[in-house]
């Protein structure tokens, strides 16, 4: 394995699931860089005179999922721009065709070493992300219907590529039910391999 090429570890859960929660714990013990794919995509559509600015708007609006092109070119930019080795990538890949494009763009460039996987019901993901947007996280999709939308195009997309990675024995499954202590216990357990870089 080659040390130049950096390692990345997918984050994958339901919308309200403590992805960026448990990266940023991940982050503060470990030593990785924390790149969420969905806060890449928000802050390149803010960014005056993006080309992708609307298409990626519409997308998050609707609930669906942006062409995967543009993600795995936010996500290498961010790569490449880091001094470091060790990558969470939070929210992607999210459906097959994010899976083969990540497959033909970033395949021989990284080392994926698993999927940390934060299972929780539904319900308790649904009220995590409507407090989340009541509390003022400016997120346009913390509502009750873009939610909707997100948790049937997680249950239709994301579950099989978690199915996919669990095929290949690269799925670390975490209880994100219990409260943001208990679970990094268990996310501990599956890092305890690699060292700050």
Same mark, same amino acid.
């Given at each position: 394995?080659?040390?130049?090429?950096?390692?990345?570890?997918?984050?994958?859960?339901?919308?309200?699931?403590?992805?960026?929660?448990?990266?940023?714990?991940?982050?503060?013990?470990?030593?990785?860089?924390?790149?969420?794919?969905?806060?890449?995509?928000?802050?390149?559509?803010?960014?005056?005179?993006?080309?992708?600015?609307?298409?990626?708007?519409?997308?998050?609006?609707?609930?669906?999922?942006?062409?995967?092109?543009?993600?795995?070119?936010?996500?290498?930019?961010?790569?490449?721009?880091?001094?470091?080795?060790?990558?969470?990538?939070?929210?992607?890949?999210?459906?097959?065709?994010?899976?083969?494009?990540? %497959?033909?763009?970033?395949? +021989?460039? $990284?080392?994926? =070493? @698993?999927?940390? /996987?934060? #299972?929780?019901?539904?319900?308790?993901?649904?009220?995590?992300?409507?407090?989340?947007?009541?509390?003022?996280?400016?997120?346009?999709?913390?509502?009750?219907?873009?939610?909707?939308?997100?948790?049937?195009?997680?249950?239709?997309?994301?579950?099989?590529?978690?199915?996919?990675?669990?095929?290949?024995?690269?799925?670390?499954?975490?209880?994100?039910?219990?409260? %943001?202590?208990?679970?990094? +216990?268990? $996310?501990?357990? =599956? @890092?305890?391999? /690699?060292? #700050?870089?």
């Amino acid at each position: 394995m080659s040390a130049s090429k950096p390692n990345v570890v997918f984050v994958l859960g339901g919308p309200g699931a403590g992805k960026g929660t448990q990266c940023a714990n991940i982050v503060k013990t470990f030593g990785f860089v924390h790149l969420s794919a969905g806060d890449l995509l928000r802050e390149e559509r803010s960014k005056p005179g993006s080309e992708f600015g609307e298409l990626i708007e519409k997308h998050i609006r609707d609930g669906t999922i942006v062409p995967v092109e543009i993600t795995c070119s936010l996500l290498e930019n961010a790569m490449t721009k880091n001094e470091k080795n060790n990558f969470l990538i939070d929210g992607f890949p999210r459906n097959q065709d994010n899976l083969d494009g990540w %497959t033909r763009q970033m395949g +021989d460039k $990284v080392n994926v =070493h @698993f999927v940390l /996987f934060l #299972e929780a019901p539904e319900d308790i993901c649904v009220n995590r992300c409507l407090s989340r947007g009541q509390a003022g996280s400016g997120r346009s999709d913390d509502n009750p219907e873009s939610l909707k939308k997100r948790v049937v195009t997680y249950n239709n997309d994301t579950m099989p590529i978690i199915s996919h990675f669990d095929k290949l024995s690269l799925v670390r499954k975490v209880d994100a039910a219990k409260g %943001t202590e208990e679970v990094f +216990d268990q $996310v501990k357990e =599956h @890092f305890k391999g /690699f060292v #700050e870089s």
